[in-house]
């Protein structure tokens, strides 16, 4: 089922509605169009405009994670144009279905999912109140009735905006869930945040597992930036990822054909603009560890880490995750790093100790439309399912 197929179209009131706003405000919102339709170029001067980072919706990532990564394909985009010549791309949100989402047959659409965990959308920071406005205004020209944002930064500047938009029209924003997840200030001295994160005790145990690593070889942190160097250590990359927890459950990028082509297509289109780089711990000439790091503005986005396990003993997680700290806090471009990773993780959470709030959020789309609590309870209802059966799994497992 397609998406357009799950959102109705917009009643004769909305028509005018939307005519009005056009004429009010130097604004065109365009109804769901496919993601490969928006200009490229366009797309890529809101990026550097963007009032808030997301490295997972630039284009050379999203358009590579839909060109072939599976479930993730032919998703459609709510945009916002600019009056002039040429216009400009001043708002941009890909979107699925309710259906396609979560398998609920209502008229809404959902931020589509970039494979990292993070789907603010992108609003020109010159153009924010009039982007919001344009973008919503799309959704209700496509039919739907509610608009669910996922993943989204909760005090960012992209969310403050919508929220002062949908405030202004009389629509109240609902927070469906919510969680903290770790950053890093990149502004601090590293060695400072570090000894103040882990203490003097848990940093002379790690340099103690280094030296025992360095029996295996000088180990040296790498940083691959060029196109040429990013091509050769996303095969590191992607071997160390599936030698570990993840190929033996077949969930590694490189075991789906169209995944692999997807992070290879994405990591050499972003080297081109110096908003990739991969970064690799080696113990000798053999890897111990690889991440993929995405850069927007002035924010780092660590994407994923593979490891080689047999040297787990020697926590080559940690030590690349150590070693990438003080390489981006010596960076004048990098202010900040979002771990993209979930609220507990129990290797990330206690070195990078700055958090700050992810959630999903429902914007409903008219004022006291009776649809939209419906909406809202069948989301509730599937997440608190969810969450019964992840409990359920989690006791599955404990038993012996």
Aim: charged share 25%.
């Amino acid at each position: 089922m397609t998406d357009t197929a799950m959102v109705r179209r917009a009643s004769t009131r909305d028509a005018a509605t939307s005519r009005a706003l056009a004429e009010a405000a130097p604004t065109v919102a365009t109804a769901l169009t496919s993601l490969t339709a928006i200009d490229a170029e366009r797309w890529s001067e809101l990026s550097h405009q963007a009032i808030e980072p997301n490295g997972y919706y630039l284009p050379d990532w999203e358009l590579a994670v839909n060109a072939s990564a599976p479930g993730r394909t032919g998703v459609s985009a709510l945009a916002a144009w600019g009056n002039g010549s040429p216009p400009r791309l001043i708002g941009l949100m890909p979107v699925v279905s309710l259906w396609r989402a979560f398998k609920i047959p209502l008229p809404a659409l959902v931020s589509a999912h970039p494979y990292g965990t993070l789907c603010t959308p992108l609003l020109d920071r010159d153009a924010a109140a009039q982007g919001a406005a344009a973008l919503l205004q799309a959704a209700r020209q496509a039919g739907a009735r509610a608009l669910i944002l996922r993943e989204v930064s909760l005090e960012g500047a992209a969310m403050n905006v919508l929220t002062e938009t949908c405030l202004r029209d009389g629509l109240r924003p609902h927070v469906l869930q919510s969680h903290r997840r770790a950053c890093l200030d990149a502004t601090r001295d590293a060695n400072a945040l570090l000894r103040e994160a882990l203490g003097g005790k848990k940093l002379k145990e790690l340099r103690r597992q280094r030296h025992r690593l360095e029996q295996h070889g000088p180990v040296r942190f790498e940083v691959a930036r060029s196109r040429e160097n990013i091509a050769a250590t996303i095969e590191v990359f992607l071997r160390l990822e599936a030698s570990g927890w993840k190929g033996q459950r077949g969930t590694a990028l490189i075991q789906v054909p169209g995944d692999a082509a997807f992070i290879r297509r994405a990591t050499l289109a972003l080297a081109d603009k110096r908003q990739c780089e991969i970064v690799a711990l080696r113990a000798g000439e053999m890897p111990v560890a690889a991440g993929i790091v995405l850069r927007h503005q002035g924010r780092a986005f660590f994407f994923k880490i593979g490891v080689d396990e047999r040297f787990a003993k020697f926590s080559p997680g940690v030590q690349l995750t150590l070693e990438l700290t003080r390489h981006l806090c010596e960076d004048p471009d990098i202010a900040s790093a979002d771990s993209t990773a979930s609220p507990d993780h129990p290797m990330i959470n206690p070195i990078w100790r700055g958090r700050f709030a992810i959630g999903d959020i429902l914007i409903p789309l008219r004022r006291n439309d009776p649809l939209v609590a419906t909406i809202h309870a069948a989301l509730v209802l599937r997440q608190t399912a969810r969450g019964m059966a992840r409990q359920g799994l989690r006791r599955l497992r404990s038993q012996p």
